[in-house]
DNA sequence: AAGCGTTTGTGAAATATTTCACAATATTTC
DNA sequence: GAAATATTGTGAAATATTTCACAAACGCTT
């Protein structure tokens, strides 16, 4: 078991408590759950090659990140592995997914049907992610003539009753940056607790609600700083 | 100045040195990079609003961050504000476009024109970010009939001449999972040095290429986690 | 069933990042 | 122009994360 130091130890009593949540689960650390995101593909390929056993080392060299790193990780939440052996592909991958909690498929909706989210409506590769985007909403709903989406779009009057009925916790957010605030609020306070949003502004939450940022420019401008030596 | 303490200072003497690239410039952590990068939307922002000085902790809440770790990202590579006042917006602006070296436009090709890359070929939103996808590759090079795409979609037989002759440095892979390897190495040979990667795998890349990797299934796993409490 | 080679699990060390606390220095007010 | 007020810049402290180093535990061979 991991045990991390609680905060306080200069003026504490230096007492070592493992770190939990409110509901009674030990907090795993941000980067931690990114990683482990991306061991579950590793292992979802491995799978594919037939594989059945997999050491640290061969899962860690997959995923790009070291072997110590990779059993830390794994560390957080229990202990998987035979020494000498490596780890079960298939234990470890659904022992990933319970942690994560994606397990179960998540209900998924996405909110500004232009350029962006047609092409994010039209990918058919969350389902087997454990995703799905089960309805779009637009403030102008057109249903293209060209494309095949399955999904229901739909006009923003009708969201608060959809999002209530399907009991739906997250969303995609692909609205113009100038509307990009004021359409998060609104799903804030229909009961939406996730928000991943690519419009090119700083959302602004509250503390119960969670919005990632996927902003391209900055992505660009990172790699655009780092390759220049 | 800011100074960081150099590795092994438990077996060596303890040196304080400022810590230093082979280029001469002094490393900025990597998730300063991306901070200053929020910084400077925020700060366009606030310019467009008509502000002329703003202090640090009105920059740090547009941004999200707390005013103590701007001031500390800032120290990274100089100081520019004025005590009592704040900072001025024009000349921290600049000062930070310096820094990540987005002061000049950079040229940018993108590898997959299928569904998502045609959005991303479409959008009129990285001009004015520093960024112009100049071309688009595809194995199968058509032009979309019910689209306005200003750049030219090529095969991927040109690709080598056109990277070299337009001194290209950074790509968009936006192919499917299979090919995104494979791709990728070509695009190394031919001397890309950073990758923008959508396929929903861990690209192999030397140690002088950065390879950034814009997985939304991971992203909305990581949402779905950090939600349930 | 003992020995050998392998690989996990984990405290402790090293490193990295964030936050604190406050001196320094500017502006504003009277 | 002195006092009050505001805000930066920065060492040091606190916290977080990564890496090291190695004992413990397993499978396999003989
Ligand atoms: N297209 C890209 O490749 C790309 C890349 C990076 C970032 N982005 C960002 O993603 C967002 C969407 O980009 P896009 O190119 O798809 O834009 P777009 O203009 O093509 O589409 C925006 C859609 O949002 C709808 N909309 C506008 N206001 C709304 C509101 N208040 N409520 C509901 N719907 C509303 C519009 O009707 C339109 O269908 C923008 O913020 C953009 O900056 C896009
Ligand atoms: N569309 C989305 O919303 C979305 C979301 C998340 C991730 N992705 C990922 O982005 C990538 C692209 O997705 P998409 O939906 O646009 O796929 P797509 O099938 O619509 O387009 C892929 C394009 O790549 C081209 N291509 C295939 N092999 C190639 C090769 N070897 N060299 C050059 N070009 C080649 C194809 O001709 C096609 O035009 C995929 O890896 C996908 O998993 C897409």
Redesign the interface.
């Given at each position: 078991m991991k045990y991390f130091t609680n905060a306080c130890p200069a003026r504490g009593a230096g007492l070592i408590l493992p770190r939990v949540?409110?509901?009674g689960r030990i907090i795993i650390p941000?980067k931690t759950?990114?990683r482990l995101?991306?061991y579950l593909?590793?292992l979802a390929?491995l799978k594919e090659n037939g594989l059945d056993t997999v050491s640290s080392e061969a899962l860690a060299k997959?995923?790009?990140v070291k072997p110590t790193q990779l059993r830390k990780d794994l560390a957080c939440f229990g202990t998987f592995g035979t020494r000498g052996l490596g780890y079960d592909v298939t234990e470890l991958s659904s022992r990933i997914a319970d942690e994560?909690?994606?397990s179960r498929l998540?209900p998924?909706i996405l909110v500004g049907v232009g350029?962006?989210g047609?092409?994010?409506l039209?990918?058919r590769?969350?389902e087997k992610?454990?995703?799905e985007i089960i309805a779009a909403f637009d403030a102008n709903p057109r249903r293209p003539r060209?494309k095949q989406i399955a999904q229901p779009i739909l006009g923003m009057d009708v969201m608060p009753k959809f999002i209530a009925e399907h009991g739906v916790?997250?969303a995609?957010l692909s609205v113009p940056a100038p509307s990009a605030q004021e359409v998060a609020n609104h799903l804030v306070d229909c009961g939406v607790?996730?928000?991943?949003n690519f419009a090119?502004?700083?959302l602004?939450v509250p503390e119960?609600?969670?919005a990632?940022n996927?902003?391209?420019?900055?992505?660009?401008?990172?790699?655009?700083?780092?390759?220049?030596?």
């Amino acid at each position: 078991m991991k045990y991390f130091t609680n905060a306080c130890p200069a003026r504490g009593a230096g007492l070592i408590l493992p770190r939990v949540k409110k509901s009674g689960r030990i907090i795993i650390p941000r980067k931690t759950i990114y990683r482990l995101s991306i061991y579950l593909r590793c292992l979802a390929r491995l799978k594919e090659n037939g594989l059945d056993t997999v050491s640290s080392e061969a899962l860690a060299k997959a995923a790009g990140v070291k072997p110590t790193q990779l059993r830390k990780d794994l560390a957080c939440f229990g202990t998987f592995g035979t020494r000498g052996l490596g780890y079960d592909v298939t234990e470890l991958s659904s022992r990933i997914a319970d942690e994560l909690g994606t397990s179960r498929l998540q209900p998924v909706i996405l909110v500004g049907v232009g350029n962006l989210g047609l092409a994010l409506l039209s990918y058919r590769g969350f389902e087997k992610e454990g995703f799905e985007i089960i309805a779009a909403f637009d403030a102008n709903p057109r249903r293209p003539r060209n494309k095949q989406i399955a999904q229901p779009i739909l006009g923003m009057d009708v969201m608060p009753k959809f999002i209530a009925e399907h009991g739906v916790k997250m969303a995609i957010l692909s609205v113009p940056a100038p509307s990009a605030q004021e359409v998060a609020n609104h799903l804030v306070d229909c009961g939406v607790a996730g928000i991943l949003n690519f419009a090119p502004i700083v959302l602004t939450v509250p503390e119960d609600v969670m919005a990632n940022n996927v902003n391209l420019a900055i992505e660009l401008e990172n790699l655009s700083y780092f390759i220049r030596d």
